[in-house]
């Protein structure tokens, strides 16, 4: 198979596993789930346009996810079922974006993946604590 066909077929199922513990909008239950429970007021508006936002607009500019998909190929040459690890091959990808968006702060980068970078659209405060969800 070629690689950049398989890294293709990889990346809806490597996306939808970030949802799940990144979802694109942050509800009352997403919250609640990730918060368990809150002790604290907070804004879901607010969380959603400093978090959610910024994170997905990143995101969603591409990547080839080959981190995820090479963790996934080596559990299938392992005799594993892939699909039973995808959560955890997310955890390089989400932690690998995060580190693009401070690097961009600190070289002072313009743009990232054909766009301008995070902290362009969105401001140092929230490009730092995107990054650092």
Same mark, same amino acid.
């Given at each position: 198979?070629?690689?950049?066909?398989?890294?293709?077929?990889?990346?809806?199922?490597?996306?939808?596993?970030?949802? $799940?513990?990144?979802?694109?909008? #942050?509800?009352?239950?997403?919250?609640? =789930? @990730?918060?368990?429970?809150?002790?604290? %007021?907070?804004?879901?508006?607010?969380?959603?346009?400093?978090?959610?936002?910024?994170?997905?607009? #990143?995101?969603? @500019? +591409? /990547?080839?996810?080959?981190?995820?998909?090479? #963790?996934?190929?080596?559990?299938?040459?392992?005799?594993?079922?892939?699909?039973?690890?995808?959560?955890?091959?997310?955890?390089?990808?989400?932690?690998?974006?995060? *580190?693009?968006?401070?690097?961009?702060?600190?070289?002072?980068?313009? =743009?990232?993946? +054909?766009?301008?970078? *995070?902290? $362009?659209?969105?401001?140092?405060?929230?490009?730092?604590? %995107? /990054?650092?969800?």
């Amino acid at each position: 198979m070629d690689i950049e066909k398989f890294l293709e077929e990889k990346a809806a199922l490597i996306d939808k596993a970030i949802e $799940k513990y990144i979802p694109r909008i #942050f509800s009352e239950n997403a919250v609640l =789930f @990730r918060i368990n429970p809150p002790h604290y %007021a907070y804004n879901l508006e607010a969380l959603n346009k400093a978090v959610a936002e910024p994170i997905w607009e #990143f995101l969603d @500019r +591409g /990547g080839k996810r080959w981190r995820p998909s090479l #963790f996934l190929l080596i559990c299938e040459a392992l005799g594993k079922n892939p699909e039973d690890f995808v959560d955890f091959a997310i955890i390089p990808e989400v932690i690998h974006n995060g *580190t693009i968006m401070i690097d961009d702060i600190e070289d002072l980068s313009e =743009f990232r993946r +054909g766009k301008p970078c *995070t902290y $362009k659209i969105y401001g140092l405060d929230i490009a730092i604590n %995107a /990054g650092n969800a």
